[in-house]
């Protein structure tokens, strides 16, 4: 994987690796490098750990009376999908796809969701580029980088 600092990562505990550190990481690899990255059981780890950490990064402030339900859905092998749920002020994300219809539904690959999710990409390029679509509420969507503290890497 060259130097991006990837490597060896799928061995390592992803709770103590901070935000900054793994945005960081993921600012230096190319699209193939996170695609090594996410193959196999590091995968989920992954994916788990970043929306483990959402709802801690979520800026109520920001939110106002806003409710909502974003259905997050990661394509690759397999597609996972995860849900937040954003009422009173309050952010809960959970694993899996709820019966409950969502406001705005995003669909992209693991590079891309990891390069939104780490500051390293913007939502509207990739949306343009057609690497991100977008169902539902396209305000919402549009809106959603403000809603989440991003970490700086």
């Known amino acids: 994987m060259g130097d991006t600092g990837l490597e060896g990562l799928e061995s390592r505990d992803f709770g103590e690796i901070t935000p900054e550190e793994f945005a960081a990481l993921v600012g230096k690899a190319s699209g193939k490098d996170i695609e090594r990255l996410m193959r196999g059981e590091t995968r989920p780890r992954v994916l788990a750990e970043i929306f483990g950490r959402l709802a801690g990064q979520f800026r109520p402030e920001q939110a106002g009376g806003l409710t909502a339900l974003i259905r997050w859905e990661i394509t690759g092998d397999?597609?996972?999908?995860?849900?937040?749920?954003?009422a009173d002020g309050k952010c809960a994300v959970a694993e899996g796809r709820s019966d409950a219809e969502p406001r705005t539904v995003l669909t992209m690959g693991d590079a891309e969701f990891l390069k939104l999710v780490s500051g390293h990409g913007s939502p509207v390029m990739m949306f343009m580029a057609r690497k991100l679509r977008v169902g539902g509420d396209m305000g919402l969507a549009s809106g959603l980088t403000r809603l989440f503290e991003i970490p700086k890497g």
Do not use: D, G, L, M
């Open 78 to 86: 397999p597609v996972v999908v995860y849900e937040t749920t954003i």
